[in-house]
């Protein structure tokens, strides 16, 4: 059985930093694309691809606005995935998921597995 379980929210200030991790089971990273997603509070929030690591090639899509700031990783070893997060902003405010993924040139569309509880990252002053 797929399973993601993310770990690492929290509240910090803006400009501040957070690192998420997912732990992946049921199915092994280094033959799948990851990536993560996101969902603002709210009403009607949709929820939007961040970033993703494409498997056969290495290359990692990066939402622009995330660009110079979100950092993904995985650690195939411990199958697992990580967001580096930094200079975060309010608009960063949002629940965090992972999730097996195709990970495009230009966007990220989830694939495989359901989601999971994400985590949660509230930036605020």
């Known amino acids: 059985q797929v399973q993601l379980v993310e770990s690492g929210g929290g509240s910090v200030q803006p400009g501040g930093s957070l690192t998420l991790s997912c732990t992946a089971s049921?199915?092994?990273?280094?033959?799948?694309?990851i990536g993560w997603f996101r969902q603002a509070p709210g009403p009607g929030a949709k929820r939007e691809g961040v970033s993703c690591i494409r498997v056969r090639d290495g290359f990692i899509f990066n939402l622009d606005s995330v660009k110079g700031r979100f950092t993904i990783a995985r650690d195939n070893a411990k199958n697992m995935v990580y967001l580096q997060m930094n200079d975060l902003k309010p608009e960063d405010t949002a629940t965090y998921y992972c999730?097996?993924?195709?990970?495009?040139?230009?966007?990220?569309?989830?694939?495989?597995?359901?989601w999971g509880q994400g985590a949660q990252v509230t930036v605020s002053s």
């Open positions: 049921g199915f092994t990273l280094d033959n799948s694309d």
């Open positions: 999730a097996g993924v195709t990970c495009y040139d230009d966007y990220v569309s989830r694939r495989f597995g359901s």
